[in-house]
């Protein structure tokens, strides 16, 4: 039998059905890859995480999409360092993409990003990624850039949160124009800073269809990237993401002088349960 919890990350205000829900297997040991990707599967969730020993850290842990798997990602990070944690104020997890120090402030958890970040150029004008996101031409309104901080994200900056909160991406242009060949999937991070909030939302395909997130703390971590490659740093933000899937979230950002990158979230945990494997 695997013990497993539910854990919901980015929450807001206590609300229990906010932020974005991942599953956490608590001792993976004796787990096969095969095993993993078919739990993972099964929860359906974006991510599932699966802990193991580390000699480097204070737990190794692997993260699963349905599909594949990740070296690093925001949500499960978080949550997966609520469950290892146990009460402590702070821990390191041993992820793919590096260690990741972990630290807690009552129900909030912060993690500074593995990496430091890496940027490339994006072959599209910021005419053609509007269109590719169903935004007016103007919409994109500074440097798009490809960014990684552990995962490689196309990060938008676009002049409002009312074009935001109207994308409609356009499945055959996202595919020409914001395909990642590390991530070997089509995605786009759309931001916009006219608030005291910022508006964020995140699309990516998955098995041809088009989806989009309820919170991507890796996408959070690489828009403090785009802000150091562009020299605005240090800085600090709380973005709004999820509205648009029923599942509201806030995510801290913090960029520090010395390029340092941090997410922070709210992780409320909503059950538990075991698995037999047989």
């Known amino acids: 039998?695997?013990?497993?919890?539910?854990?919901?990350?980015?929450?807001?205000?206590?609300?229990?059905?906010?932020?974005?829900?991942?599953?956490?297997?608590?001792?993976?040991?004796?787990?096969?890859?095969a095993q993993m990707q078919a739990l993972a599967r099964q929860m359906n969730l974006s991510e599932t995480t699966f802990v193991l020993p580390s000699e480097r850290g204070d737990a190794r842990v692997r993260i699963f999409t349905p599909g594949y798997e990740l070296p690093f990602a925001g949500h499960p990070t978080l949550g997966t360092a609520s469950v290892v944690g146990a009460g402590r104020d702070r821990v390191?997890?041993?992820?793919?993409?590096?260690?990741?120090?972990?630290?807690?402030?009552?129900?909030?958890?912060?993690?500074r990003a593995a990496r430091p970040p890496e940027t490339r150029p994006v072959d599209a004008t910021r005419a053609e990624l509007a269109r590719m996101v169903g935004l007016p031409d103007g919409a994109i309104c500074d440097e798009p850039l490809w960014v990684s901080t552990g995962v490689e994200q196309l990060v938008l900056p676009v002049a409002s949160a009312e074009l935001v909160r109207a994308a409609r991406p356009v499945p055959d242009l996202l595919a020409r124009w914001g395909f990642s060949t590390t991530r070997d999937e089509a995605m786009a991070y759309l931001w916009a800073a006219d608030g005291p909030t910022w508006t964020v939302r995140f699309f990516f395909t998955s098995n041809g269809a088009v989806l989009e997130d309820p919170a991507t703390g890796s996408a959070c971590a690489n828009l403090g990237g785009w802000h150091l490659a562009r020299g605005r740093a240090p800085m600090s933000a709380t973005l709004r993401q999820g509205d648009a899937v029923g599942r509201p979230s806030r995510l801290g950002l913090r960029v520090d002088a010395d390029g340092g990158i941090f997410v922070t979230g709210a992780v409320i945990e909503l059950g538990r349960g075991t698995i037999d494997l047989g």
């Open 1 to 33: 039998m695997h013990s497993f919890r539910i854990v919901n990350v980015f929450t807001i205000d206590g609300d229990r059905f906010s932020g974005n829900p991942l599953c956490v297997f608590e001792d993976a040991r004796g787990m096969t890859d």
């Open 92 to 111: 390191v997890l041993d992820l793919a993409a590096g260690l990741v120090p972990v630290t807690r402030a009552g129900d909030a958890w912060t993690l």
